[in-house]
C-alpha cells in the first residue's frame, strides 16, 4: 500500500504542468527549424534563377523563376520573411531574366538623330 501511495506521488511530479515559458519555447524552436528549411528553399530557388542568368539560359531562367514566384509569395504569406522582401526579390529576379530577352537597340539608329 506504501508503494502504490510513492508511485502516485512521483507520477504526480512527472506529469506537472508546463509553463507557459515552457511552452513558447517548444513552440519556438518548432518554428525556428520549419523556418530555417523553407529559407532554405528559398534560396534555393532564387539562386537557381541566377545561375542560369549568370549562364546566358533564358529557358532555364524562366522554369526557375516560375518555381521561384510560388516558393517566395508562399513564404511571404507563412510570415518567414515579408511580403514586401517577396514582392522585391520576384520583381529583381523577373527583371533580370527581361534584361536577358530584351532586344540591343542599335547605337548607331540613336547616335544619327
Same mark, same amino acid.
Given at each position: 500500500?506504501?508503494?502504490?501511495?510513492?508511485?502516485?506521488?512521483?507520477?504526480k511530479k512527472?506529469?506537472?504542468?508546463?509553463?507557459?515559458a515552457? #511552452?513558447?519555447? #517548444?513552440q519556438? =524552436?518548432k518554428?525556428?527549424?520549419?523556418?530555417k528549411?523553407? #529559407?532554405s528553399n528559398l534560396r534555393?530557388a532564387?539562386r537557381?534563377v541566377s545561375q542560369?542568368v549568370?549562364?546566358?539560359?533564358? =529557358?532555364?531562367a524562366?522554369?526557375?523563376?516560375?518555381?521561384a /514566384?510560388?516558393?517566395?509569395?508562399k513564404?511571404?504569406?507563412?510570415?518567414? /520573411?515579408?511580403?514586401?522582401?517577396?514582392?522585391? #526579390?520576384?520583381?529583381?529576379l523577373?527583371r533580370? /531574366?527581361?534584361?536577358?530577352?530584351?532586344?540591343?537597340?542599335?547605337?548607331?539608329?540613336?547616335?544619327?538623330?
Amino acid at each position: 500500500m506504501a508503494e502504490k501511495k510513492e508511485d502516485k506521488k512521483e507520477e504526480k511530479k512527472k506529469k506537472r504542468k508546463m509553463t507557459s515559458a515552457e #511552452k513558447r519555447t #517548444k513552440q519556438a =524552436e518548432k518554428r525556428r527549424v520549419r523556418n530555417k528549411s523553407v #529559407k532554405s528553399n528559398l534560396r534555393t530557388a532564387t539562386r537557381q534563377v541566377s545561375q542560369a542568368v549568370e549562364k546566358g539560359n533564358v =529557358e532555364a531562367a524562366k522554369a526557375a523563376l516560375v518555381v521561384a /514566384i510560388p516558393t517566395l509569395q508562399k513564404a511571404a504569406s507563412k510570415g518567414v /520573411i515579408h511580403k514586401r522582401t517577396a514582392s522585391r #526579390k520576384v520583381s529583381r529576379l523577373t527583371r533580370s /531574366i527581361n534584361k536577358l530577352t530584351a532586344p540591343v537597340p542599335a547605337a548607331s539608329e540613336s547616335a544619327a538623330g
